[in-house]
């Protein structure tokens, strides 16, 4: 295994790097649905309630239509992400592991072009 950064080599328990001293087992965030979703559905209530129709109960100043817009298409859009990831998660765990996939551990370290 080598150090994504500098390419020092370096044991598999190791936890830093000897050259850079980097933390090793930090992996990249995963991107969920639930974020993607939660913020589109944001931005669109966002902008729904600024620039759509508006009820006479909410005639207010346009930030808080669009503050109350992006709460509540957030909350809405992150429900939605939850059940598009519990769904995913199943559909993944249902499936039989392949042999001739690679470990995690290499998946997790793509292959560096640089020397």
């Given at each position: 295994?080598?150090?994504?950064?500098c390419?020092?080599?370096?044991l598999?328990?190791?936890?830093?790097?000897?050259?850079?001293?980097r933390?090793?087992?930090?992996?990249p965030?995963e991107?969920?649905?639930?974020?993607?979703c939660g913020?589109?559905?944001?931005?669109?209530?966002?902008?729904a309630?600024?620039f759509?129709p508006?009820?006479?109960?909410?005639?207010?100043n346009?930030?808080?239509r669009?503050g109350?817009g992006?709460?509540?298409?957030?909350?809405i859009?992150?429900?939605v992400?939850l059940?598009i990831?519990?769904?995913?998660r199943?559909?993944?765990?249902?499936?039989?592991?392949?042999?001739?996939m690679?470990s995690?551990?290499?998946?997790?370290?793509?292959?560096?072009t640089?020397?």
């Open positions: 295994m080598h150090c994504l950064a390419k020092t080599p370096c598999e328990t190791d936890t830093h790097c000897p050259g850079c001293h933390l090793l087992t930090d992996a965030p991107r969920s649905a639930a974020n993607f913020f589109l559905f944001a931005a669109f209530g966002a902008a309630l600024t759509g508006v009820p006479t109960w909410l005639d207010e346009p930030a808080i669009a109350m992006g709460l509540i298409g957030g909350i859009g992150a429900i992400g059940i990831d519990q769904f995913d199943k559909k993944s765990d249902s499936k039989s592991p392949d042999p001739m690679p995690p551990a290499r998946m997790r370290f793509p292959p560096s640089r020397f």
